[in-house]
Nanobody, 126 residues
Framework: VQLQASGGGSEQAGGSLRLSCAAS????????MSWFRQPPGKEREFVAS????????NYADSVKGRFTISRDSAKNTMWLQMNSLKAEDTAVYYC????????????????????WGQGTQVTVSS
């Protein structure tokens, strides 16, 4: 599957951005999906994950209560709504997929990624 991330940009602290990830396959529903990010000079880290059905989500502690992950399998699209942005949210954001064949397995580690999208830059100024 090919993943296309978009929606990044520059925002002031306290503002909001919405990232999108479009998948190329109609079998999008068989994948658990996630967002990861890579801050400048740091390793890539987990942000949020959602199961194939959208029924279970998981977030990194640093974004809980501020970010919301969602998906629409009919549109082959996943989103990350980012509110109350902080300067430390500045990073390149990547969408990722893991083949889970309908199981409720989340994707919370880079080791489990089967497919990566290209990154989209998010810059938050304080």
């Amino acid at each position: 599957v090919q993943l296309q991330a978009s929606g990044g940009g520059s925002e002031q602290a306290g503002g909001s951005l919405r990232l999108s990830c479009a998948a190329s396959e109609r079998t999008f529903s068989r994948y658990s999906m996630s967002w990861f990010r890579q801050p400048p000079g740091k390793e890539r880290e987990f942000v949020a994950s959602i199961t194939w059905s959208g029924g279970i989500t998981n977030y990194a502690d640093s974004v809980k209560g501020r970010f919301t992950i969602s998906r629409d399998s009919a549109k082959n699209t996943m989103w990350l709504q980012m509110n109350s942005l902080k300067a430390e949210d500045t990073a390149v954001y990547y969408c990722a997929a893991r083949v889970t064949w309908g199981t409720s397995r989340l994707l919370t580690s880079t080791d489990g990624v089967d497919y990566w999208g290209q990154g989209t830059q998010v810059t938050v100024s304080s």
